[in-house]
């Protein structure tokens, strides 16, 4: 196999990464909507907040057959690396994928990073390759989808009065696109507080957020095609921002959107900020993006908080998630 390095001028490369991963994911996980080229080279160039992953094609013969990415972060986490693997599912069990991680396992020492992990979903065969190769698993996260059309108004507007009746000291800020310059830090502090969420047993360090990476997120989404709502509570009598989620519209296809963060500052918990956050995110959707059928969400298997409030919400199960890790 040949391994070579994709970067997102390539067009032609860029494109054959997406179906790659499409054809895989549909595969796998039927239910996930392929990759959208603009996704793709947003991606490539800017990954989720500002460092892309380094992706990899590999060619059999001229055919390309696989991919991988190898994903680091020069803000923490420095000895780790994350890595994904996909192979064709016409061309799998003949050895690509082994030599695919072998690859990145390689580009990961070389870059001095000592411990290293992949994610799957949980699937017949797929955690076996990981722990074939040494993988422990050290985490399961649920992947759940909202359809709208099934969730009641009354029922979300009911579920938004009782938790502002909890929260009478916090209102409710919209944030449409790119956050204004001068809440850049006290969004970073915001967005911080997602440390909190649970790690299970993955072997990972807190992540650090500060202005520049709260901007480069804003703008890496914007680059793989979507429009991000985010709604901030902000205390009445301080000012202080105490919590906020974020919800990602597709704008390609409008009717696909995508739940990100929703975290709370420690000091603000316990008056009902999530429930308020996420009820009033789906009002502002429904007054200004109508046409969103379905919004997915991920949350660690053992995050009982917040599954309880998307259960509240109409969300279903899809998929279940694992993360391995080991070291090098
Ligand atoms: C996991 C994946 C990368 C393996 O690619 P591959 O080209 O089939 O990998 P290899 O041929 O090198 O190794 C295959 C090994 O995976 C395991 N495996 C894969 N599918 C399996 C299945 N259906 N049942 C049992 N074991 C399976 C076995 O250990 C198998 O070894 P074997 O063929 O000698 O029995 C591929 O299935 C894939 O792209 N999956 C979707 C993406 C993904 O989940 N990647 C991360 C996996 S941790």
């Not at 080279?41 to 892309?52: I, K, Q, S, V, Y």
């Not at 502090?189 to 790690?199: E, F, M, Q, R, Y």
Request: with cysteine; hydrophobic share 40%.
């Amino acid at each position: 196999m040949d391994i070579e390095r994709i970067t997102p001028d390539d067009d032609a490369a860029v494109r054959t990464w997406a179906e790659i991963r499409s054809a895989s994911a549909a595969h796998d996980a039927p239910w996930e909507h392929p990759l959208t080229e603009t996704f793709a080279r947003g991606e490539l160039t800017h990954g989720w907040d500002g460092e892309p992953e380094l992706a990899f094609l590999g060619t059999v013969d001229g055919e390309p057959v696989a991919v991988g990415s190898l994903e680091v972060s020069e803000r923490d986490n420095l000895d780790l690396a994350w890595f994904s693997v996909d192979v064709r599912p016409d061309r799998r069990r003949q050895g690509h994928g082994g030599t695919v991680l072998a690859h990145l396992e390689a580009e990961a020492a070389r870059r001095g990073r000592t411990s290293v992990g992949i994610s799957c979903w949980d699937v017949e065969g797929l955690e076996r390759f990981a722990l074939d190769r040494g993988y422990e698993r050290k985490a399961a996260g649920i992947n759940r989808r909202q359809h709208l059309a099934e969730v009641d108004p009354d029922v979300v507007d009911a579920l938004h009065a009782e938790a502002a009746a909890a929260a009478a000291d916090y209102e409710l800020v919209r944030r449409l696109g790119r956050v204004p310059d001068d809440e850049l830090d006290a969004v970073a502090v915001l967005t911080a507080s997602i440390n909190d969420a649970p790690k299970e047993g993955l072997q990972v360090e807190d992540n650090v957020f500060d202005a520049e990476r709260v901007r480069a997120y804003d703008v890496a989404q914007e680059a793989r095609g979507f429009v991000l709502h985010r709604l901030v509570a902000r205390h009445r009598v301080t000012g202080e921002l105490a919590g906020q989620t974020a919800v990602a519209v597709e704008l390609e296809r409008p009717h696909l959107a995508e739940q990100h963060d929703t975290s709370v500052v420690a000091a603000h918990r316990g008056h009902r900020l999530g429930a308020l956050l996420k009820t009033g995110m789906l009002q502002w959707l429904r007054e200004t993006q109508p046409q969103i059928a379905e919004i997915d969400t991920w949350n660690a298997e053992s995050n009982a908080f917040m599954i309880g409030v998307n259960e509240a919400l109409g969300y279903r199960v899809m998929g279940r998630g694992l993360d391995l890790q080991k070291k090098l």
